[in-house]
């Protein structure tokens, strides 16, 4: 079986389990990988380039730019299997290290937005089937800049990462945390900055960080129980899966929305549960 014809197989897998309103359960990698890569994870709202009408599909992954801004000019790079121009030529544990570590198999630093201090806690398994997904993709030829920084990078984002359990789906909190965590990052852009980053200790989720794009500059809300107190469950879900607020005004970019519209109903109710735990801010 082809790569191409394999992937296919996998997607219609995906969108037969999504319609029928089952959990997101998949048994293999690649599954596995879909899922996560057309949903919560949504590595495309960066890395695939834009067009009108949104992702340009035959580009999938095949890099873009992300933020123009004085401290940095950041380009998502093509990470689809091109030998040349994307990551074809690195190994597994290669593109794992660059996914978790954020480093290159030449060993400079992956620069920002690459939200790896979240990253470093996705599991073995979820890592591997986004791999698996990357792996499967068709090459695209793509020659990306490389992001330029006016500030300095860190020589590491911490101790090499050696296993991550996976964070068991039944419990709900723990779910929803890694999901909004790990996963999709939501609180790496809906928190404040602070000196070193996103002040996940004093304002985690309280919102405030600023976005610039070409739709101006977005303003994250804060997704703690005191900016969600008028919303409801259902309201959440249609922010997130819809860009859609309860009055029926639209949002704004970046956030991932018609990724988010394949996330699995019970996915979407641990991310709830997680943000309604979130001490108030």
Not at 44 to 53: D, E, M, S, V, Y
Not at 69 to 91: L, Q, R, S
Request: aromatic share 8%.
């Amino acid at each position: 079986m082809t790569r191409l014809a394999a992937a296919a197989l996998a997607a219609l897998g995906f969108l037969v389990t999504f319609t029928a309103g089952a959990p997101a359960r998949a048994e293999t990698l690649l599954e596995r990988g879909t899922y996560l890569m057309q949903g919560i994870v949504a590595c495309g709202n960066c890395h695939t380039p834009k067009g009108p009408a949104g992702d340009i599909a035959e580009m999938e992954l095949a890099g873009s730019l992300v933020l123009d801004t004085p401290e940095f000019t950041a380009y998502a790079p093509n990470i689809t299997p091109d030998v040349e121009t994307g990551i074809g030529g690195w190994t597994d544990a290669q593109i794992i290290t660059a996914i978790r570590e954020g480093k290159r198999p030449d060993g400079t630093i992956i620069g920002p937005p690459m939200p790896i201090a979240l990253y470093r806690n996705i599991s073995d398994r979820d890592v591997q089937a986004i791999v698996a997904y990357i792996r499967n993709l068709k090459p695209v030829k793509n020659v990306v800049p490389k992001s330029v920084y006016n500030i300095p990078l860190p020589p590491a984002y911490g101790p090499p990462v050696t296993s991550v359990a996976e964070v068991p789906r039944d419990d709900k909190l723990a779910y929803g945390a890694y999901l909004a965590g790990p996963l999709g990052h939501c609180i790496e852009c809906h928190s404040p900055m602070g000196p070193h980053g996103p002040d996940w200790e004093n304002q985690l989720g309280a919102g405030g960080f600023e976005i610039p794009g070409p739709w101006g500059v977005s303003v994250s809300a804060n997704i703690t129980p005191t900016g969600l107190s008028e919303w409801s469950d259902d309201h959440i879900k249609t922010a997130v899966t819809q860009g859609r607020r309860p009055d029926g005004s639209p949002m704004m970019p970046p956030m991932a929305y018609s990724y988010y519209r394949n996330v699995v109903a019970e996915d979407l109710d641990a991310i709830v549960a997680y943000l309604r735990s979130l001490p108030p801010k």
